[in-house]
């Protein structure tokens, strides 16, 4: 059952890297990443100066192996290694920031020409520490990270 939750997620992040891919040629609504995280809100400032009880949140992220580019199956491993520990940040930011998404639809003569979209994700997480990493089944590797929000929000306040 795990399993096929992560399977699904790959295949969903693959399918997500593909559209990217396919649309990458279409005329699409496109932001740079400075754009981005100076588009995203400020979080409320804390009205009192007590300190915040943990409030821990974990992410996972997958990568496939045999897809790494690498002279030897070790090799390939420790860039899948990589790969989903950077797949994991990725949803810890969008968990924190939020996920930035655009859009278009074009319509011609009242008929549906095309419509498409893209997702962005931005900022900075501070504190995140690996749980755990290790291959999933044969040929995917996962990592765990998990960040306390309330260091997050501490960090935000002391920054701003």
Not at 15 to 23: D, E, H, I, S
Request: net charge neutral; glycine share 6%.
């Amino acid at each position: 059952m795990i399993l096929t939750a992560g399977f699904k997620k790959l295949s969903r992040v693959c399918l997500a890297a593909l559209l990217l891919v396919a649309l990458s040629g279409c005329e699409t609504f496109v932001e740079s990443t400075k754009d981005i995280v100076s588009a995203l809100p400020d979080l409320p400032p804390r009205v009192d100066s007590t300190p915040l009880e943990p409030n821990w949140v974990q992410v996972t992220g997958y990568a496939p192996i045999s897809l790494q580019a690498g002279q030897s199956q070790q090799h390939k491993v420790l860039q899948a290694m990589k790969a989903s520990k950077l797949d994991a940040y990725r949803e810890l930011t969008a968990l924190v920031h939020g996920q930035y998404i655009a859009g278009t639809t074009s319509v011609k003569d009242m008929i549906l020409q095309n419509n498409s979209f893209q997702g962005a994700v931005a900022g900075i997480i501070h504190g995140a520490r690996v749980v755990k990493s290790y291959p999933l089944q044969t040929d995917v590797y996962a990592t765990i990270l998990e960040v306390d929000l309330s260091q997050v929000q501490q960090a935000w306040e002391n920054n701003h």
